[in-house]
Nanobody
Framework: VQLVESGGASVQAGGSLRLSCAAS????????IGWFRQAPGKEREGVSS????????FYLDSVRGRFTTSLGAAKKSVYLQMNSLKPEDTAVYFC?????????????????????WGRGTQVTVSS
């Protein structure tokens, strides 16, 4: 499994960005894919996730209503539309994938050993 993120940039508070993650190197169609982020000096946290089979989505409370995650037409890509960005959204954003419809638990430690990771893309929000 290969995950390649793009779209990270530096923006001012209140601005918007759209992150993309292209997934390849596998044939299974039932999986959960989403985004984590890690700010300097902080632990990595789950931001959003979505199942390919039922499109159920899950969000970190602090981004709900501002961020929207969606799948590409072939369901081999995932997007994160980020609006009303705040300085506290500054982080490296990682794409993550796990086989099976586990979007509801993708952020938990239980899934850690089973997650495939991208290399990350930097998002910087200035005040």
């Amino acid at each position: 499994v290969q995950l390649v993120e793009s779209g990270g940039a530096s923006v001012q508070a209140g601005g918007s960005l759209r992150l993309s993650c292209a997934a390849s190197g596998f044939k299974f169609t039932d999986y959960a894919i989403g985004w984590f982020r890690q700010a300097p000096g902080k632990e990595r946290e789950g931001v959003s996730s979505i199942n390919t089979l039922d499109d159920r989505t899950f969000y970190l409370d602090s981004v709900r209503g501002r961020f929207t995650t969606s799948l590409g037409a072939a369901k081999k890509s995932v997007y994160l539309q980020m609006n009303s960005l705040k300085p506290e959204d500054t982080a490296v954003y990682f794409c993550a994938l796990v086989q099976g419809s586990y979007a509801d638990v993708l952020f938990t430690e239980l899934m850690g050993p089973y997650i495939y990771w991208g290399r990350g893309t930097q998002v910087t929000v200035s005040s």
